[in-house]
């Protein structure tokens, strides 16, 4: 087991959410309720086009939904620390264009850190500055872009670090397996969940956590 707290760490889903997929907050939220109920244990509240306002607002929404049905599933907030502090999220999602993972570290004690590394370096470096998480991508083609690293490079960047690596990008039931033979047994997705119709949700969350725990 890599470098985590084994009474906290839950999960080897982690659902990078995404509002724009449905078509208002009522059923965004209703799908997310379908994952979480179907075994879903990790969430990230990302909404880039949004004012910070709205993106408390939104988060609210979710994190009530947790507090009330799921409190097990673990809440991590895209970038913002001030705004996972509001929240009382578990955690905050770090980049290159956010603060400093060890800046983050010591003023939010409290806080998880995942980070969003590309490079074996990127995620060495995250891990050295005190990351508990970090997400590789893009291991696959994804719709946004053609270049990928592929499940050979995945496996170096596992064994590159103790902390536990999420493989991202272009991740789908299909390709589980390939990134099971890398060594890697965490996965995070987002069109993958979010782009399905509400009753597939749950069928799909259901499919992938078998895939990743079965031997």
């Given amino acids: 087991m890599p470098n985590a707290d084994v009474s ?5 889903i982690y659902l990078i959410g995404d509002k724009n997929f449905f078509n208002n907050d009522e059923d965004y939220i209703d ?7 179907a075994g879903l244990k990790a969430f ?30 673990k809440f991590f907030v895209n970038e913002r620390a ?21 800046s983050v ?9 995942f980070y969003s590394s590309h ?18 991508s893009p291991v696959f083609k994804t719709k ?19 902390i536990p690596v999420f493989a991202l990008g272009g991740i789908n039931e299909f390709n589980i397996p390939e990134i099971k033979k890398s060594g890697c047994r965490f996965i995070a997705v987002q069109s993958a969940l979010l782009s399905l119709n509400r009753k597939d949700i749950s069928k799909e969350v259901k499919k992938m956590i078998n895939i990743l725990n079965t031997k």
């Fill in 119 to 136: 490079t074996i370096e990127d995620a060495v470096n995250a891990e050295k500055n005190g990351a508990d998480f970090i997400t590789f």
């Fill in 144 to 162: 946004k872009t053609s270049f990928f690293h592929g499940a050979d490079v995945l496996k170096k960047v596992v064994n590159a670090v103790k």
């Fill in 8 to 12: 906290w760490f839950n999960f080897n």
């Fill in 31 to 37: 799908a997310l309720d379908e994952a979480f109920g």
């Fill in 82 to 102: 001030d705004a996972a502090a509001v929240l009382s999220a578990d955690g905050v999602h770090l980049n290159t264009n956010a603060l400093p993972v060890k």
């Fill in 44 to 73: 990230q509240h990302r909404q880039k086009d949004v004012a910070i306002y709205d993106f408390i607002k939104i988060g609210e929404k979710i994190k009530n939904l947790i507090f009330k049905k799921y409190p097990d599933v």
């Fill in 105 to 113: 570290k010591e003023k939010f004690k409290n806080l998880k850190i």
